[in-house]
């Protein structure tokens, strides 16, 4: 569908007359295509209109910077966290949730998140915290604190843990390991991380 | 001193006759600075040059490419931790430990570092990762992997908490938190950390 869209493009570039909606999403889809490849550093304007097949001025009538292009495209990308997982046990729990937020960390447009994250300065990512924020850290905490809660009743879990130090044990690790080790967060790395970390750091007992 | 030298350059700029270890010294740290100011992706060759008061040439004749000067300059600059603190309980020892952690990251050479470990691409990171790994990870996991022990020896930690997941707990959560909450790690939540975070986790009891 993609493929034979694109071909017909390339054919008869002059006639590929989208509006609106259609070339809005085409315009998003190659600012996060531009984010996961080239990096924020790397997207220009001119590079995402080449990509979305329109011109700069079609880009810049509807977004006048980089900036607010990428917040929107990030926005409109983002993986939706509906539902904790609820398997029985926190252990089955958490490793179905770590797995999920591993899969939208891969997705194209978490790689576009995490280029953004990543290279831009503290002034720069102000402009992206509340999308970042609102859209995948609080959403992902949220189903945490469900998960930790569930626990807590079923006795599993220690009353004092639903904190945010124990919540951001899981997104920090997977950040680090993903920027420091080159993680790519395998089953078995998820698995070992809950086992030899979260289990003992959720466990009841004297505390 | 740094600052009559630099008084004195500035007025006779001409007479700046460096050699050697000396001038090699100016650039190294004028590679930090950049490094410091505008990042991995603003620093050029030219920059440095100019911040070291001598010319491009002097510096490409000893670094012939920004990689190899970065690496260098990271090298030069790095804090050595050595030596655990050793202050009687587990609880002191960990905030003494993450008091100089967040002493180091808030340095010249730590804001460089971490210019580079974020902006940097994976290819461009490997070139730094063994700086970064024998200069900073592994000599803070060392520390950490010493105070755990010792909490072992005395009955405060469970024995089988010295694994590497445990271990990157606390670099995992200074990295999350500095990026994502603009956190500089007060002594006040270095403490809530280690009180709300690293004790449950570490204590010993029903595993």
Same mark, same amino acid.
């Given at each position: 569908?993609?493929?034979?869209?694109?071909?017909?493009?390339?054919?008869?570039?002059?006639?590929?007359? &989208?509006?609106?909606?259609?070339?809005?999403?085409?315009?998003?889809?190659?600012?996060?295509?531009?984010?996961?490849?080239?990096?924020?550093?790397?997207?220009?304007?001119?590079?995402? /209109?080449?990509?979305?097949?329109?011109?700069?001025? /079609?880009?810049?009538? &509807?977004?006048?910077?980089?900036?607010?292009?990428?917040?929107?495209?990030?926005?409109?990308?983002?993986?939706?966290?509906?539902?904790?997982?609820?398997?029985?046990?926190?252990?089955?729990?958490?490793?179905?949730?770590?797995?999920?937020?591993?899969?939208?960390?891969?997705?194209?447009?978490?790689?576009?998140?995490?280029?953004?994250?990543?290279?831009?300065?503290?002034?720069?990512?102000?402009?992206?915290?509340? #999308?970042?924020?609102?859209? #995948?850290?609080?959403?992902?905490?949220?189903?945490?604190?469900?998960?930790?809660?569930?626990?807590?009743?079923?006795?599993?879990?220690?009353?004092?843990?639903?904190? &945010?130090?124990?919540?951001? #044990?899981?997104?920090?690790?997977?950040?680090?390991?993903?920027?420091?080790?080159?993680?790519?967060?395998?089953?078995?790395?998820?698995?070992?991380?809950?086992?030899?970390?979260?289990?003992?750091?959720?466990?009841?007992?004297?505390?």
């Amino acid at each position: 569908m993609v493929t034979s869209r694109w071909t017909a493009a390339t054919a008869r570039p002059a006639s590929l007359r &989208r509006r609106g909606p259609v070339l809005e999403r085409a315009i998003l889809d190659a600012a996060l295509e531009q984010l996961s490849t080239v990096g924020w550093n790397g997207l220009t304007m001119e590079g995402v /209109a080449a990509g979305a097949q329109t011109g700069k001025a /079609a880009v810049y009538r &509807r977004w006048p910077s980089k900036e607010d292009l990428v917040a929107d495209a990030l926005q409109a990308g983002l993986p939706s966290f509906e539902g904790a997982p609820d398997l029985g046990s926190v252990r089955e729990d958490l490793v179905a949730l770590c797995r999920r937020a591993r899969d939208a960390m891969y997705s194209r447009p978490g790689v576009a998140l995490r280029a953004v994250i990543h290279e831009c300065d503290p002034t720069q990512a102000e402009r992206f915290h509340g #999308v970042i924020f609102e859209g #995948v850290v609080e959403p992902l905490l949220k189903l945490l604190r469900e998960v930790i809660a569930r626990g807590i009743e079923r006795g599993e879990v220690r009353s004092d843990a639903d904190n &945010r130090y124990v919540a951001d #044990v899981i997104p920090a690790m997977m950040m680090y390991r993903s920027k420091m080790h080159g993680s790519e967060w395998s089953d078995e790395e998820i698995e070992e991380m809950v086992s030899r970390l979260m289990l003992p750091l959720l466990r009841p007992g004297a505390a």
